[in-house]
C-alpha cells in the first residue's frame, strides 16, 4: 500500500516566524526519530507570512503510528517548547485544521 498523504493548518503567533524556523533547523534527533517509528517521512512545513498560517503536509504509512504520539515525553517536551510561538490545544498540542483534498498530479 502507498503512504496517505495527510495535510493541515496550524497558526503562529504574530512575529514569532523566525523563532519557529530556529527551533525546527534544530529539531531533536529523538523526535525526528519518534516521528519516523510512527510512521511520518516527507514532513514538510510551509509558512505564509502574510497571515502567519503554517500549512503542514506529510506521509503516513499504513501501519502508521501517529495517534500514539501524544503519548510520547518527548513529543510533549517537543510541544512545550513550542507553545509561545503558536496556537495550542490545552497541553500544548499545536492546534491543527484539517485540510481538504482537492487536486492531485501525481
Known amino acids: 500500500m502507498e503512504p496517505e498523504a495527510l495535510a493541515f493548518r496550524m497558526q503562529l503567533k504574530p512575529g514569532m516566524a523566525a523563532e519557529y524556523r530556529r527551533r525546527h533547523d534544530e529539531i ?3 523526535l525526528v526519530a519518534l ?3 510512527a510512521g511520518i ?6 509558512l505564509d507570512p502574510a497571515t502567519g498560517a503554517l500549512f503542514a503536509t506529510l506521509k503516513l504509512s499504513p501501519d502508521n ?3 500514539t504520539l501524544p503519548d510520547q515525553p518527548v513529543m ?3 510541544w512545550d517548547h513550542m507553545a509561545d ?3 495550542v490545544e490545552p497541553g500544548n498540542r499545536p ?3 484539517p485540510l481538504e483534498p482537492m487536486f ?3
Do not use: G, T
Open 28 to 30: 531533536w534527533p529523538e
Open 35 to 37: 516521528l519516523k517509528d
Open 85 to 87: 510561538l503558536m496556537e
Open 104 to 106: 492531485h498530479l501525481a
Open 65 to 67: 503510528q501517529r495517534d
Open 41 to 46: 517521512s516527507d514532513y514538510r512545513i510551509f
Open 95 to 97: 492546534r491543527e485544521w
Open 76 to 78: 510533549r517536551r517537543w
